[in-house]
């Protein structure tokens, strides 16, 4: 699954690190009543804009849809062979059980990161609506996003190798399927 986190330069990523620091990484959720940086002057600093962080938020909400699909399509792939082991009689053997309660902890894990994946693009959209309300400087929407983006490129490598295992899972129940 292609990311779209090569689009985020490293200088970009670092001004908005350094621009945290500096303004002392205040709450994202401070008082409306403290001087915040109006959403129209984004455009004018360094960085990234307002329109990009949208459009980021709108790819990882749909990178979190393709790994929703993905971990669908492994449920109905772990059912199936469920099925296939009970037609060829091999559900009682030790290797195969050993093989099932590793596939029913590797399909939980999928269920777990796709829950934590949710909550970031929950975060990331109230910090977006914080923004655009004029409740967030800056600098610090900046940070939060360069956070959250970094959450987000973790979890879909976990996500990724969490399908990797679960292609290996499927050829060890294949083997097995032929050794009957």
Same mark, same amino acid.
């Given at each position: 699954m292609k990311s779209v986190f090569h689009h985020l330069p490293a200088?970009? =990523? !670092?001004? !908005? =690190?350094?621009?945290?620091?500096?303004?002392?990484?205040?709450? !994202?959720?401070?008082?409306? /009543? %403290?001087?915040?940086?109006?959403?129209? #002057?984004?455009?004018?600093?360094?960085?990234? #804009?307002?329109d990009q962080l949208a459009a980021d938020h709108k790819q990882m909400e749909a990178d979190h849809r393709s790994m929703e699909a993905a971990d669908s399509v492994m449920e109905a792939d772990h059912t199936a062979a469920k099925a296939a082991a009970r037609a060829a009689g091999i559900t009682a053997q030790p290797a195969y059980m050993a093989l099932e309660k590793r596939h029913d902890a590797l399909l939980a894990r999928h269920k777990e990161v796709v829950a934590k994946h949710s909550e970031v693009l929950k975060r990331h959209a109230e910090l977006e609506k914080s923004h655009a309300a004029g409740t967030v400087s800056d600098a610090q929407m900046q940070a939060d996003h360069?956070?959250?983006? #970094? +959450? /987000?490129? %973790?979890?879909?490598? +976990?996500? %990724? %190798? =969490?399908?990797?295992d679960h292609k290996k899972i499927e050829e060890e129940h294949a083997a097995l399927l032929k050794k009957g």
């Open positions: 200088a970009a =990523l !670092a001004l !908005a =690190l350094g621009a945290a620091v500096l303004s002392g990484c205040s709450p !994202a959720n401070k008082p409306a /009543d %403290q001087s915040a940086a109006p959403a129209a #002057t984004m455009a004018g600093t360094p960085g990234i #804009t307002h360069a956070g959250m983006k #970094t +959450e /987000d490129q %973790q979890m879909q490598q +976990e996500h %990724q %190798q =969490l399908v990797a």
